[in-house]
């Protein structure tokens, strides 16, 4: 069984940082691309970056280059996202998620799927 558990989220300031951690089971985690994506209520799903399975290759949505930086350590199994620079808008549930193709920004494309962790900025 497939498990990718997020961790980190909270509340912060505008200006303030926070680290999110994803952590995989039950998977080759190795063979997974990752990303994560964030979510506001009644809004869709909205790809913030990914990361390649041997960290080669990157992307990143524009409203969060230069602010946030996604890695990887596959001996931990786990995917990370530093956030910096916090904006209000940053608000949302934040979701990693992994594909066994090539990064995509799509959520459709993406076959597995944590449960969320939720970051406010607000001051």
């Known amino acids: 069984q497939v498990q990718l558990v997020e961790s980190g989220g909270g509340s912060v300031q505008p200006g303030g940082s926070l680290r999110l951690s994803c952590a995989a089971s039950?998977?080759?985690?190795?063979?997974?691309?990752m990303g994560w994506f964030r979510q506001t209520p009644g809004k869709e799903r909205e790809f913030v970056t990914a990361?390649?399975?041997?960290?080669?290759?990157?992307s990143y949505a524009d409203s969060v280059k230069g602010r946030f930086t996604i890695s990887r350590d596959n001996a931990k199994n786990s995917v990370y996202l530093q956030m910096n620079s916090l904006k209000p808008e940053d608000t949302a549930v934040y979701y990693c998620?992994?594909?066994?193709?090539?990064?995509?920004?799509?959520?459709?494309?993406?076959?597995?799927w944590g449960q969320g962790t939720q970051v406010t900025v607000s001051s």
């Open positions: 039950g998977l080759n985690f190795v063979l997974y691309n």
């Open positions: 998620a992994a594909r066994r193709a090539s990064i995509a920004t799509a959520p459709e494309e993406y076959d597995y």
């Open positions: 990361i390649s399975w041997n960290t080669h290759s990157t």
